[in-house]
């Protein structure tokens, strides 16, 4: 590969195909290296992926034939203890008309391959089965080109776009960013599990074509701060569990067995019930929010997607920030490009625009977001108990009075947590949402 | 609850390479400073197992999360992705 090029972009995800299918139509001459087979062979996410952001990129993706699995019409969040749990959702008939693909679902397997056809019909140069083990750099220290574990294949470009992933070992070695501490990460592991199309339908109370998703809270990570998770797919349910990994660490938990105990879960069992797994999954998620985003660019480099550690959790996005960021990467890019400067200063728009839109200012919304879940431990362990059992006694009908029901409610609340540390639950949680 | 890890990888498809993309640095190390051993329980496809008094590296059914690189408490797993198209291959992803 002598070859040089304009942009070289490490990780055919959906931060660097975004940034490739802009940069190619302008004209920019762009190659995206990729370590799996095909696109989307190594990529692995909960399954949820936003029309907006796709549409920036690619106005007519329905048309294209973006491989949708179910386009989500309903939004559940569970809070669950050992035996049971609370649940919420919200439907609109409006997410199946004018904010149709608002939010659907897709496997990055099929998706992530055929965004990266789109680019490539768009010019850019799509490589597979190949590891970018290194960064070159010149003598002043400016990054000028990727090493890859091809024969001869050092190749040259003006501007370098990190978007590997959360995972990457390239910056571990380069220090481009440091590598993530375990309490800045959640390991999550999921199951995809095969079950009819109108298995679905029915037990989802959906239409063809329309799905659910389901956040879930409590219990279910055994104490640990984490969330778990169940989306639709066309014939498949994405049903996986995630936890911090320092606190994977400390309890000595083993991933498997509490995604296992998890689907054993009252409220989890039915859903699943008679499906066959299909595949079996692990993926980390950058969780430390605003203040783990590392140096988004410098001399000949930029950072996007999980690789710059983008990730909104309260609101479990991650897709849309990768897809803004690759198209932000994209502009500030060819400004670059234009000046012939690709020098961090040269570079440096893509920050700028990175932190006036959605992207930054939603995760610094949520600065306090990742402390809050760390400080507070009895959101996963005692409270969905105590509120288990709250319900269960004002649901319960025994001749007992309500009055004396909702005393003894009260002095339980109490009795798990004292009311100084309700005040300071409260007070945090509202510092975190704010 | 007990759960065959197995089971589940056998779900995956692997393109499995000759050579291990992970290693332990000093193997000596995991039994003379190492108590917890986190890696024996903390890796989603249970790639380290102890046999006898040493850990065992079963790298073919790795995930390639790098969940052990930086679990590891003493920075001990030698953590490469494998070759350009080797390791576990996505159906769905």
């Known amino acids: ?434 | 609850m007990s759960v065959k890890v197995e089971d589940k990888l056998f779900l995956n498809r692997f393109r499995v390479d000759e050579e291990s993309h992970l290693g332990l640095i000093d193997y000596s190390l995991c039994t003379r400073e190492c108590p917890d051993q986190p890696c024996l329980y903390i890796c989603p496809a249970n790639v380290y197992r102890l046999e006898a008094d040493r850990i065992s590296v079963n790298y073919e059914g790795c995930l390639e999360c790098g969940t052990c690189r930086i679990g590891c408490p003493h920075f001990n797993i030698e953590w490469r992705f494998p070759k350009g198209g080797y390791g576990v291959r996505h159906k769905f992803g």
């Open chain 1, 1 to 434: 590969m002598n070859e040089s090029f304009d942009v070289a972009i490490v990780g055919a995800g959906p931060a660097g195909i975004s940034t490739a299918c802009i940069l190619a139509e302008s004209g920019v001459k762009t190659i995206v290296l990729e370590r799996g087979e095909y696109p989307g062979s190594k990529n692995m996410f909960g399954g949820v992926l936003y029309g907006h952001d796709l549409a920036q990129i690619l106005p007519d993706y329905v048309q294209k034939g973006c491989p949708v699995e179910r386009n989500i019409v309903e939004s559940r969040i569970w809070y669950l203890s050992e035996d049971g749990g609370y649940q919420l959702g919200y439907r609109d008939r409006a997410f199946d008309d004018e904010l149709k693909f608002n939010a659907f679902t897709v496997g990055r397997a099929k998706f992530d391959r055929w965004f990266a056809d789109q680019a490539a019909q768009k010019g850019a140069l799509v490589i597979c089965s190949t590891v970018v083990t290194d960064l070159l750099r010149d003598g002043s220290g400016k990054v000028i080109g990727v090493r890859t574990d091809r024969p001869e294949g050092d190749l040259r470009a003006s501007v370098v776009l990190l978007s590997d992933g959360i995972n990457s070992p390239l910056a571990a070695k380069t220090g481009f960013r440091p590598e993530p501490k375990p309490e800045n990460v959640a390991l999550a592991v999921k199951e995809t599990i095969a079950l009819p199309e109108e298995v679905i339908d029915e037990r989802f109370n959906v239409g063809p074509g329309q799905g659910v998703t389901t956040e879930i809270l409590g219990e279910v990570t055994l104490g640990m701060n984490g969330v778990a998770f169940l989306y639709t797919n066309k014939a498949s349910l994405s049903v996986g569990i995630g936890a911090n990994l320092a606190d994977f660490a400390a309890r000595r938990v083993k991933p498997y067995e509490m995604l296992e105990r998890f689907k054993a879960h009252p409220m989890v069992a039915p859903l699943i019930k008679a499906g066959k797994p299909r595949e079996y999954l692990a993926h980390w998620l950058p969780e430390g929010g605003y203040d783990a985003i590392p140096q988004l660019c410098g001399d000949g480099f930029l950072v996007a997607g999980d690789s710059a550690m983008l990730f909104n959790a309260p609101h479990r996005e991650g897709s849309n920030l990768a897809m803004a960021s690759g198209r932000l990467a994209a502009e500030a890019i060819m400004e670059a490009l234009q000046r012939g400067d690709f020098s961090r200063r040269g570079l440096a728009g893509y920050s700028a625009r990175l932190e006036s839109s959605f992207v930054i200012q939603d995760l610094k919304k949520y600065r306090h977001f990742p402390g809050f879940l760390g400080r507070h431990h009895e959101i996963f362990t005692t409270l969905p108990g105590a509120a288990a059992a709250a319900a269960r006694e004002m649901i319960r009908v025994d001749g007992v009075p309500k009055r004396r029901k909702q005393q003894s409610i009260l002095r339980n609340l109490r009795r798990r947590l004292p009311l100084l540390d309700w005040i300071r639950l409260l007070w945090d949680g509202w510092r975190a949402f704010r």
